[in-house]
Every structure is written in structure tokens, then in C-alpha cells.
């Protein structure tokens, strides 16, 4: 400009900037929900979820039905069609049994046969699939729910003890493929998680003693006063005696609630992981026993192999780590598989760090409730500590 204030046609303008660069949030709100008998009429939570009102078409839903949970109740698809004939609520479909356990993230004809439905029903981004079963059941349904149409609505309705404390509770979906755990996901935030007690009663022993596993992990990293609850306890919640396994359900479920919605990570963009303490060989496990040991049971020796582990490098005193093995094995859990010995399971090492990307980071303890990321793991250690849990 020149001192008159005009323009002075002599200098070159800057050149505009090819750099845009802006930040967003966005806000999720994470419904978690303990009932009993949540498909009897009488029970209003439903209604209070995802009831429907006449401002439009009425949203239709499809049900998805774990095997294993449906062997244990028949009746279950009819109670679900009863419900659903309830005019407040919306309109079912079509209820699909899907087959459970891993079969479910392994199978790629169950994520087919869920996005047939969703297709074939006009399941759209205002409608809903309602999902009842375990973990993997669950993760499986809730990729294809998050992948059709970007994203349809999804209601999870956890029917085993690691659903209701940990798997359910999570924002992840997660399918198998190439023999690693996992591999195929996203994340996306249900609707809701429902966790009803009466769909805990018909679990196997060995279905009801594994999801605890779970709750010591947690306790482990985060509470230690929860781990005393734990201990105390132990022999009653194997043998499932509900007043003593409700509270330490519960407790599971809100740590792993809030370690989601006000950890910082939710979306776990960060190298670390923490809620994975004892994963790296629980998930290496599963794959080279081809699922013979349940998620649960790998969890168990993945926890004890890490808190041996911990002990061996000076980080924590024997007798604590004596304590939670113990604890383990009170509420009827493994701590050790003969598949530890060897390098197959040294390899899930490298996997988990490829799973997370970056460094290796791995959860160790400082002492309960004091956990400590660490960026190697020596495999001569992991063998001692295997040696030492034998």
C-alpha cells in the first residue's frame, strides 16, 4: 500500500497457502445397563432405549442370536418376537442364530450373513441391530453393524460373565483373519450395552469361571481394593453364588467403562494399551491351540506369564505375585499351557506390536493397582516365568 492507502500494483501478493488445518471433537454418550429379564413386558428398559415414537417411520431391527445361547435357552427367539411385537418399540425382521465362541470372528460367512439381513430387511442408519451373545459373537455382528451403510445402530445384549465385565463394554469390533486375533475392525460406539443376570444362568461352569479373568486383570492395573474383593470372594464366585459375583461383575464393568470414556484413548490411537496386561500371549494362545483354550482361560495365563514376568525383572516382590496367581487359581482358572515353551508363542511378541503399530509397548506391573508400560521383553525371562508357573 502506499501512503495514500492505495494498492501498489508494483509488489507481488503472497502466494496462498495449500495448508488447511483445522480440529474437532465429537461427543458420544456410552449407555451401560444392568437388569434382569430384560424381554419381559413388564421390564420398561427397553422402552426407555430404544422406544419408538409416531414423529416417522417406524425403525425396523433384526435380531442376532449367539448358538451357544440359544442351545442353553430355545425359547429365545420367541421371547424376543414377543417383545418386539410391543408397537412402541421397533419393528423386527427376521431373528438369525449365528454360530458362537470364535467360530463367529473366524467364519467370514457370519459378518456375510448379518450384512445379507441388514440388505435384504432394509435395515437403515436409523434402524437397529440387536446383537445377544458373547464376546465374539458380538465383535463379529458389530463389524458388519458398523461397516453397512458406515454405521447402523447397534444394541448389545451380553449373555456370558466376559461380556458383561469387559467384552461388551468396549467401543471395538473385532473379526480373525490370517490366523491372527483381530485382525479385521473398527470402532464404534453402541447404543447401548445391556447386561442382563438371568442370560449368566444357563453358562457352563467353564464359561462362568473364565470371564473373571477379566475382572483380575483390571483389578490388577487399576484397584487394588478391588482385587482384595476379589480375594475375598474367590471360592463363592466359582462357585457362582450370585450375591458374591454381582458386585465384582459390576465393579469390572464400570473400570472398563471409564477407562473408555475418561482414559483419553478411546479410540486407542497411542502406542500403549493398557487394558491388554497379559494379552500379547492370551491372544498369541488362542491362535496356535486353534481356539481349544478360551479367551478367558488365555487371559488367566497371559496375566500370570506377565506377573511372573514382573517378578523376574524386579519390579514387584514374589509374594505379590504369588497373590495373584492364587487368586487365579481359586476362582478355577488356568495359569499355564504346555504351548508357553517354545518359540510359537514368542511370536506373539511381534504381533502384538504390529497390532498396535509403533514401538512395542507392553503393560508389566510396579505393584497391584501400579501398572508400568515397558518397550521390550526379554524372551529368556518369558521362558523362566513359564518355567516358574508349570
Known amino acids: 500500500m502506499g501512503r495514500s492507502g492505495r494498492h501498489d500494483a508494483t509488489m507481488t501478493p503472497p502466494p496462498p497457502s ?10 458420544f454418550e456410552h449407555e451401560l445397563r444392568f437388569t434382569r429379564s ?6 420398561p428398559l427397553l422402552r426407555d432405549l430404544v422406544g419408538w415414537s409416531d414423529r416417522g417411520p417406524r425403525p425396523g431391527l433384526i435380531a442376532v442370536v449367539d448358538s451357544g445361547l440359544h442351545a442353553a435357552n430355545p425359547g429365545l427367539p420367541e421371547a424376543i418376537e414377543r417383545r418386539f411385537d410391543d408397537p412402541g418399540l421397533p419393528e423386527l425382521r427376521e431373528t438369525i442364530i449365528v454360530p458362537g465362541g470364535e467360530t463367529a470372528k473366524n467364519d467370514p460367512a ?3 450373513t448379518v450384512l445379507s439381513a441388514i440388505d435384504t430387511h432394509r435395515i ?5 441391530v440387536a446383537v445377544f451373545g458373547g464376546g465374539a459373537v458380538i465383535d463379529a455382528v458389530g463389524f458388519a453393524a458398523s461397516t453397512a451403510h458406515r454405521g447402523v445402530r447397534l444394541v448389545r445384549f451380553a449373555s456370558t460373565v ?12 473385532g473379526i480373525n483373519r490370517f490366523g491372527k486375533k483381530n485382525f479385521i475392525g473398527c470402532f464404534d460406539v453402541p447404543v447401548a450395552v445391556v447386561c442382563d443376570e438371568v442370560m449368566l444362568e444357563t453358562l457352563s461352569d467353564r464359561d462362568w469361571r473364565s470371564g473373571f479373568s477379566e475382572a483380575v ?3 490388577c492395573l487399576k484397584d487394588a481394593d478391588y482385587l482384595d474383593l476379589i480375594e475375598n470372594n474367590a471360592d463363592r464366585i466359582r462357585e457362582r453364588d450370585p450375591d458374591a459375583s454381582r458386585p465384582v461383575i459390576r465393579r469390572c464393568a464400570e473400570l472398563h467403562l471409564h477407562h473408555i470414556t475418561r482414559g483419553g484413548d478411546p479410540f486407542e490411537r497411542a502406542e500403549a494399551r493398557p487394558l491388554d496386561f497379559g494379552h500379547w500371549s492370551a491372544h498369541r494362545l488362542e491362535s496356535i491351540t486353534d481356539f481349544a483354550v478360551t479367551h478367558g482361560e488365555a487371559v488367566s ?3 500370570a506369564l506377565d506377573t511372573m514376568y514382573s517378578h523376574l525383572v524386579d519390579r514387584i516382590e514374589r509374594a505379590e505375585a504369588d497373590r495373584v496367581i492364587d487368586v487365579l487359581k481359586r476362582l478355577g482358572l488356568p495359569v499355564h499351557h504346555e504351548a508357553l515353551h517354545g518359540e510359537a508363542i514368542l511370536a506373539g511378541i511381534e504381533e502384538f506390536r504390529e497390532h498396535l503399530g509403533g514401538r ?3 503393560t508389566l506391573l510396579d505393584g497391584i493397582g501400579r501398572p508400568v508400560d515397558v518397550h521390550e521383553i526379554d524372551p529368556e525371562v518369558v521362558t523362566r516365568a513359564a518355567d516358574l508357573l508349570s
Open 18 to 27: 495449500n495448508d488447511l488445518h483445522d480440529a474437532f471433537s465429537a461427543d
Open 38 to 43: 430384560v424381554l419381559d413386558p413388564s421390564n
Open 110 to 112: 457370519v459378518v456375510e
Open 124 to 128: 437403515d442408519r436409523r434402524s437397529l
Open 162 to 173: 466376559l461380556a458383561q465385565l469387559d467384552a461388551a463394554i468396549g467401543v471395538k469390533n
Open 217 to 219: 486383570k483390571i483389578a
Open 301 to 303: 495365563i497371559g496375566i
Open 360 to 362: 512395542l509397548t507392553i
